[in-house]
Nanobody, 118 residues
């Protein structure tokens, strides 16, 4: 009965840092073999994978986002966080967190819209 919930500001100013938190319940983010992901979908566009933090704490990012992206975790709160720096209006999207199980994103948060203002 794992659940994921995104939270954070819905509006971010251009050039600032976008910060979102995914709170996980019903499972531990340190559970063996799970990968905790961030994805996004800009308006009218397809789903884009951003990166993940593994159960070990290791991170991996999409090459297109690597230079601006940081994913971290707080195991005491069972949360993991996305930080995307130097945002522009092109970063406006619905952001999702999701758990990867054996090559599939089986569990998703409901998504949260983040708008970047000029």
């Amino acid at each position: 009965q794992v659940q994921l919930q995104e939270s954070g500001p819905g509006l971010v100013m251009s050039s600032q840092t976008l910060s979102l938190t995914c709170t996980v319940s019903g499972d531990s983010i340190t559970t063996n073999a799970y990968f905790w992901n961030w994805l996004r979908q800009p308006p009218g566009k397809g789903l884009e994978w951003i990166g993940y933090i593994a159960y070990t704490g290791s991170t991996y990012y999409s090459p297109s986002a690597k230079s601006r992206t940081s994913i971290s975790r707080d195991t005491s709160k069972n949360q993991f966080t996305l930080q995307l720096s130097s945002v522009t209006p092109e970063d406006t999207a619905v952001y999702y967190c999701a758990r990867l199980q054996r090559r599939e994103f089986e569990v998703w948060g409901q998504g949260t819209l983040v708008t970047v203002s000029e």
